[in-house]
């Protein structure tokens, strides 16, 4: 074959990179993936139509075979370098946003390529607005269905979730005027309405109102009577499914001003039952303050918690994750295991909720989600799951 055969055949490849760096550029730096620390190929579907219009635009004048052959080299070429980015930097596959987005990418190319074959009879003063409109449309039409795709179903019955806590969780805002705060009615912090959305929860004062059949989570409460702390302890032994976040030094913004009594304690008030179970909790390590990401449980869940503690002594039966920053421990032979989480700050919404309101399935960490599990929380599971870096 002679140079010039090599070079025309070369040049669909070429054409190709036009389409695939661009997509990648986009989903990284627009599409959120830097900033949340994921690598689901799904992130950038609603980015991919200013890579297809550009190559759609350079083929234009080709012969149709050149432009197919360019086209499905560019959709090769990006599924190809995102199940290379989901296996070195997600470490697992993600087959269901691979196969989504590369859905997504053979209909993004056809529509440019009809979409730019249609408007060169146009005047060309009308035809960057038609570009630009359809890039519009496509990225509205893309953050949609990311929406629709990482939403869990709602669950025919939800069950049962008590939370005893020290956090403020109920009536944000309104400070120390408490007819200002019940002129406004409740206010709960994201955590509280994201799991009100998942079980049937009741904030309780005492281990003696939760009922035998409900779940339980336990988040850096007060200091609990003797009698509690001995129902805790039947509870881990022989109860339902229980979750307990002891933080050795909390960062929770206090509503109060600095000494009020209704703050939340600073370091956990668990330490006498955490002895008792041959636990110790030691304060975070000041060479590893601020966030840090914790992948546990099925699927790559991700933690992201804030100046966790870390549990220096465990017990026979209990098992270690993210450097001892959460355990997993069963204390008699009973049905279920009780999770300890030395971060209370992993409630906060500047931990797992989105940064943009209107589109929750950007969340920064799994930890709500996390919770629901372990909590048995019942819920359709959505069609996508975060594809995480780490």
């Not at 179903?153 to 979730?161: H, Q, T």
């Not at 960062?251 to 636990?279: E, K, Q």
Request: glycine share 10%.
């Amino acid at each position: 074959m002679t140079r010039a055969g090599l070079a025309a055949s070369a040049r669909p490849l070429r054409l190709a990179f036009a389409y695939v760096v661009p997509a990648l550029l986009l989903a990284w730096f627009a599409g959120g993936q830097m900033a949340l620390g994921r690598i689901d190929a799904a992130l950038a579907v609603p980015l991919l139509m200013p890579g297809a219009l550009l190559l759609a635009r350079l083929v234009r004048d080709d012969a149709p075979r050149v432009r197919w052959t360019a086209f499905a080299f560019a959709a090769g070429g990006l599924l190809l370098a995102q199940l290379l980015l989901h296996l070195f930097l997600g470490h697992r596959l993600g087959a269901g946003v691979v196969l989504f987005a590369s859905v997504a990418s053979c209909l993004a190319l056809s529509i440019a390529g009809l979409a730019v074959a249609a408007l060169l009879r146009w005047r060309r003063l009308l035809r960057w607005p038609a570009l630009l409109l359809i890039a519009i449309l496509w990225y509205a039409a893309g953050q949609g269905l990311l929406g629709l795709s990482y939403a869990a179903g709602a669950a025919d019955r939800k069950p049962g979730l008590a939370i005893l806590t020290g956090l403020p969780l109920r009536w944000q805002g309104g400070g120390d005027d408490l007819a200002a705060m019940l002129a406004a009615g409740p206010s709960d912090a994201p955590a509280l309405a994201a799991l009100e959305g998942r079980f049937a929860v009741r904030l309780v004062d005492s281990l003696a109102d939760v009922h035998p059949d409900e779940a339980l989570l336990v988040a850096h409460p007060r200091a609990l009577a003797p009698a509690d702390l001995v129902r805790l302890d039947e509870r881990a032994r022989h109860g339902g499914p229980t979750v307990i976040l002891a933080d050795a030094l909390s960062t929770w913004p206090p509503p109060h001003p600095l000494g009020d009594p209704r703050n939340p304690p600073v370091t956990s008030l668990l330490t006498p039952l955490l002895d008792h179970w041959g636990i110790t909790l030691a304060a975070p390590d000041p060479g590893r303050e601020g966030e840090a990401p914790l992948f546990t449980g099925p699927g790559g869940r991700k933690l992201l918690l804030h100046s966790a503690g870390r549990f220096t002594r465990l017990p026979d039966g209990c098992s270690a994750y993210g450097d001892g920053r959460a355990a997993r421990c069963r204390f008699s032979s009973g049905p279920h295991m009780v999770w300890l989480v030395g971060d209370a700050d992993m409630l906060h919404d500047s931990l797992w909720r989105s940064p943009v309101a209107a589109a929750p399935w950007l969340r920064r960490s799994d930890n709500i989600v996390w919770l629901a599990d372990v909590l048995g929380g019942r819920e359709a599971a959505p069609l996508l799951q975060p594809v995480w870096i780490g």
